[in-house]
């Protein structure tokens, strides 16, 4: 079902982007490694790093889904769980929190 592993590695996308921007802003090893372009700092690596997630996780779980039907249901209240939480922990008031 090539089309549930899209939603899911959307959601799980949407998270990863302020999980690692989180991570670069609070870690400064991490804010160094993740600066793949000098004038944009690490919002470069941390936007790479979050589209390179998202990408795996839909080829992972649509290689593994390929031929099965799947309850779409639990599928897209997962994914909006996680796009909900990356959007929440966007915001400064929640991400300095960390």
């Known amino acids: 079902m090539p089309g549930a592993a899209a939603i899911l590695a959307a959601g799980v ?5 302020p999980v690692f921007a989180i991570a670069a802003d609070t870690i400064a090893a991490i804010g160094r490694r993740m600066n ?3 004038p944009t700092g690490p919002l470069s690596g941390v936007t790479t790093c979050a589209i390179a997630v998202w990408l795996m996780v839909w080829a992972m779980v649509g290689q593994r ?5 799947l309850a779409l249901t639990p599928i ?3 994914a909006l769980i996680l796009i909900g939480l990356g959007i929440l922990l966007t915001f400064p008031p929640l991400a300095d929190l960390f």
């Not at 889904?65 to 039907?69: A, E, M, P, Q, V």
């Open 13 to 17: 996308g949407a998270l990863a982007l």
């Open 36 to 38: 793949f372009y000098q």
């Open 65 to 69: 889904w390929r031929k099965r039907n």
């Open 76 to 78: 897209l209240t997962t």
